[in-house]
Structures are given as structure tokens and as C-alpha cells.
């Protein structure tokens, strides 16, 4: 069996990658561990920013992954309870975002895939990836009913995630990893809570806090902890308590939690995004964290730069785009980190004290202050979460 392109896992940019190329007439064969019930059910980011929209605007396929999905007007951020306003719409001269949870992206993006003719194999395990480094590399795995499969192909997309095989597979030394731990702990909570009118960030003494809407009874909250603290920590009392003293909000109810986790607070980044014939795709070659909602972003945003290279590849022979991938990757990796970590510091710094210090939390706090006093602040700030 062969193809052009084997694509090895089915989140958000495996997904994005493989409706792309079977847009662009490039034959690709789409390989997940897990089963169709496992990826249709794992929630995770909410937020599809201007730049990716755009992105299925482009390939024509925002009428069926888009449709009813309502827009990310802005973002309310809460200082010690007092509501202070961004409205990214008029600061981004309407490039706004989508509000949409990525399970519903992920199905949409397998609908539009499968109705389009794709080749999504589910329960395909003990992927291995063969001979990168040289013309003609091959995928084998053993499918569902326990057969030992092989499909060769001309180029292999890494879209599985940050402990998937793609990038185990790439020999030591070859890549460079750059990985920052930012010393916080964060606890999230997905719970059957209405939604915020708009998505809302707390600053407060106890600690950072969020609120952001997942789908019309669902809501994300996420609490800032002691790094070394774990879900065992926080009892529902807890954790109800704290966030409707941070998020200034004490009529908040308290909803039945379907997903409690600690969020690894860790930024991570390889380069080049690339080894012969394997392209990183996603979280496969970096992690940001979410503060900022930018991981599947960037996911999406690499599906497009790697199809794009791909198309003229294979349909043309031109190796132009394939060559540049990892660099035109890497200037928006890096530029997301920096607006991630920059969101991160100052919205932790500037509320409890032991994180950082009095003297930095008077800075982060004018920080904060500068973007409702100045409107060029405001602008930057509305143009990183529109991305680009
Ligand atoms: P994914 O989504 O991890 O998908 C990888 C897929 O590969 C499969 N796989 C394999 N398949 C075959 N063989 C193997 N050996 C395999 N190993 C793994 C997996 O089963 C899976 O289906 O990576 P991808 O596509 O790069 O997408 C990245 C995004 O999922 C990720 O960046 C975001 O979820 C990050 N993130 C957020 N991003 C945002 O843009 N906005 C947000 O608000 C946001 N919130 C979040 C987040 C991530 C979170 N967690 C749990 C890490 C909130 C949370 C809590």
C-alpha cells in the first residue's frame, strides 16, 4: 500500500492538514491510536483565533467546520473584583475569533474529511515510522482487528501530540529542544456551569483565576496553585470557594465537574521542525501553555504552512516550501510563546504576592493598568489574540 502523505494522529492538526491536502489533491492517509468515540470526546481549548478561522475561509471550508459558531467579541479581565473591559472586536478592527470547543472542531473537521473521500483509520496502534532519512519512507502500525500494516508514502506529518511516537522516532542530537518550566501551578476544572458573558480573567491576592465558555452549559475554570500541588489537594469546596472569591463572583453555582486535571505549566519548542522526511506538526513540536489559547492555533497554523509546502511538492516537484517549513513555523511559535508568557506574567505576578515579589507586582499591575489607559496597548495586545 502507498500514498503521498501518512499522517500519524488526528487532533486538530492532523485533522486540519488532511481536509487541506484533500482540498489540494494530495493523496494522504490519516492513522490514530485512540478509537472515533475517544477523539469525538476529548475537550480541551475553546478558542479558534482570527488567523485560523481565516484559515478554513481560505480553503473553503468554513461553511461546514464555522457554521452557528459564535464570535470572541472579548475578554473581560477582573482586578481584585473590579471588571475592566477589551473589546477585541473594535481594537482588532473586527479581526475577532470563534468561540468553539475543540471536540466540536474535531468532529467537524472528521465529518468534512470523511464526506470528502479521506482515509481516517482509527485504533491503529504500534505506529512506527521507517527509513526518514532516506527517499521512500514507510508507516507500519497494526489496525484494529490486529493486522500488521505498511503503507509507504513520500512524506510523513507528525501530527500526534506531544508524547506521540514522531518525534521519539527522530534520532537524538539531530533536533534542538528548548523547554521553560514557569513556576506555577494550575489546576482546571471543566464543569456544567452557564457560561460567562464573555470570557474572564481574575486578578487577584489569592491567586489567578479564569472563566471561559465551552459550548452553551459548559464553562472552563482554571486556578491558579502551588506548583507542587495536585488534584488530591482540592476538594469541591475548595475550589468552588476559590473561585468565587477570585473571580469576584460570589453568586457563582456550583456545577457538576466532569474533568478536574493539573495543568503542566511548561513551554516547549524544537527546531528545526524537521527530519528528512518527517515534518512536526502541533503539539508534536511544541507546547505553549493555555494561557492565551494559542496551542491549537498554532496546530492549525502549521497545517496550513505544511500543506501548502506539500501541494507544491508533490503536484509541481517544487521543494521550496518544504525547505522553508520549520523556519516560517518557528517565527510564529516563538512570537505566540512570547505573547503566552508575557499574558502568564503579568496576570500572576500581579496577584499574590509570593509569586514574584511586591516590587513586580507593582509592575505587572502597571502592566495591566497600561492596557485600559492606552489605546496602543490595547491594539497589540487585540492583535496577538487575533494572531496572524
Ligand atoms: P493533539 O490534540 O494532542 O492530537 C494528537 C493526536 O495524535 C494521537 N496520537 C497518536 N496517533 C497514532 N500513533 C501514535 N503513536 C499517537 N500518539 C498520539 C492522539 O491520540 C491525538 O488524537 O495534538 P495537535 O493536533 O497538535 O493539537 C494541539 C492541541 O490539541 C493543543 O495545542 C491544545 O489543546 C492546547 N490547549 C489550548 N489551545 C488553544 O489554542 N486554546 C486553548 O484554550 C487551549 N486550552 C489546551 C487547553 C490544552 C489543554 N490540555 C489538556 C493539554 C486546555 C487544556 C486543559
Redesign the pocket.
Known amino acids: 500500500e502507498s500514498t503521498a502523505v501518512v499522517i ?7 485533522l486540519t492538514l488532511g481536509n487541506l491536502l484533500l482540498r489540494a489533491g494530495v493523496e494522504c492517509v490519516v ?4 478509537s472515533r468515540a475517544h ?1 469525538e470526546e476529548r475537550q ?4 479558534l483565533d482570527h488567523a485560523g478561522a481565516r484559515i478554513f475561509e481560505e480553503w473553503g471550508l468554513a461553511d461546514g467546520v464555522l457554521a452557528g459558531v459564535p464570535g470572541d467579541g472579548g475578554l473581560e479581565i477582573r482586578v481584585d473584583g473590579e471588571p475592566r473591559y477589551l473589546d477585541f472586536a473594535e481594537l482588532s478592527g473586527g479581526r475577532t475569533g470563534r468561540l468553539i470547543p ?1 471536540q466540536m472542531l474535531v468532529r467537524r473537521l472528521m465529518g468534512a474529511f470523511e464526506e470528502g473521500g479521506g482515509d481516517l483509520r482509527f485504533d ?1 496502534g504500534e ?1 512506527a515510522l521507517h527509513g526518514l532519512d532516506g527517499d521512500g519512507p514507510w508507516v507500519s502500525y497494526r489496525d484494529g482487528g490486529g493486522v500488521v500494516r505498511e503503507i509507504g508514502c513520500a512524506y510523513v506529518a507528525g ?7 514522531s518525534r521519539a522516532s527522530v534520532p537524538a542530537g539531530a533536533l534542538t529542544t528548548y523547554s521553560h518550566d514557569h513556576g506555577i501551578g494550575w489546576l ?1 476544572v471543566l464543569a456544567d456551569v452557564p457560561p460567562p458573558r464573555r470570557p474572564l480573567m481574575a486578578v487577584a491576592s489569592e491567586g489567578f483565576a479564569a472563566h471561559f465558555p465551552r459550548g452553551p452549559m459548559a464553562s472552563r475554570f482554571y486556578l491558579q496553585c502551588a506548583p507542587e500541588e495536585g488534584v488530591g489537594d482540592w476538594g469541591e469546596e475548595r475550589i468552588w470557594a476559590q473561585l468565587r472569591s477570585r473571580l469576584g463572583d460570589a453568586g457563582l453555582p456550583a456545577g457538576r465537574i466532569t474533568e478536574m486535571s493539573v ?1 503542566e505549566m511548561r513551554s516547549f519548542v524544537v527546531d528545526p521542525m524537521r527530519f528528512g522526511r518527517l515534518f512536526l ?4 513540536a511544541h ?1 505553549v501553555t ?1 494561557m492565551g ?7 492549525i497554523g502549521d497545517a496550513d504552512v505544511l500543506a501548502r509546502a506539500l501541494r507544491a511538492a508533490v503536484r509541481e516537484g517544487d521543494g521550496e516550501g518544504v525547505a522553508a517549513y520549520s523556519a516560517v513555523c518557528l517565527r510564529r511559535v516563538w512570537n505566540y510563546q512570547e505573547f503566552s508568557r508575557w499574558l502568564t506574567e503579568m496576570t500572576h505576578d500581579a496577584g499574590d504576592v509570593r509569586v514574584a515579589g511586591e516590587f513586580r507586582r507593582q509592575l505587572a499591575r502597571a502592566r495591566l493598568e497600561r492596557l485600559f489607559s492606552s489605546g496602543a496597548a490595547a491594539r497589540a495586545f487585540a492583535d496577538l489574540v487575533a494572531g496572524g
Do not use: F
Not at 293 to 299: I, Q, R, S, T
Open positions: 500519524v494522529g488526528a487532533g486538530p492538526a492532523g492513522l490514530e491510536r485512540r477523539v480541551r481549548a475553546g478558542v475543540q491503529a505506529v501530527c500526534d501530540g506531544h508524547h506521540g511516537v482546571t495543568v506538526v502541533g503539539d508534536a507546547i493555555p489559547g494559542k496551542g491549537m492555533n498554532l496546530a
